[in-house]
């Protein structure tokens, strides 16, 4: 089993930044990619971001260029670095991670005032 915990939150105005953070522990060893995905009010969840073991990364359109993910090996920690957020940035962000099953945090709230 895997345990993610999402921090980092919260409420900024459009044009600002946040990072947020996903602790992972337990069977850690296992997990091949990490990555960030929201969920919007009315709308299904998708990817943001993800990063593999070898440090690949993929992004979706939307956040190319303004998101940035990383991680660290030996805190076992994801990061999402987003800048220039805008209000449609809005959305519950989880933390994913790929092992022999998809692991889930219980979300961190982003909130982009415009």
């Known amino acids: 089993q895997v345990q993610l915990v999402e921090s980092g939150g919260g409420l900024v105005q459009a044009g600002g930044s946040l990072r947020l953070s996903c602790a992972a522990s337990?069977?850690?060893?296992?997990?091949?990619?990490m990555g960030w995905y929201r969920q919007a009010p009315g709308k299904q969840r998708e990817l943001v971001a993800v990063i593999s073991t070898r440090g690949t990364t993929n992004y979706a359109d939307s956040v190319k260029g303004r998101f940035s993910i990383s991680r660290d090996s030996v805190t076992n920690t994801a990061y999402l670095q987003m800048n220039t957020l805008k209000p449609e940035d809005t959305a519950v962000y989880y933390c994913?991670?790929?092992?022999?099953?998809?692991?889930w945090g219980k979300g961190t709230l982003v909130t982009v005032s415009s």
């Open positions: 337990g069977s850690i060893f296992s997990i091949n990619a």
């Open positions: 994913n991670a790929k092992g022999t099953t998809d692991y």
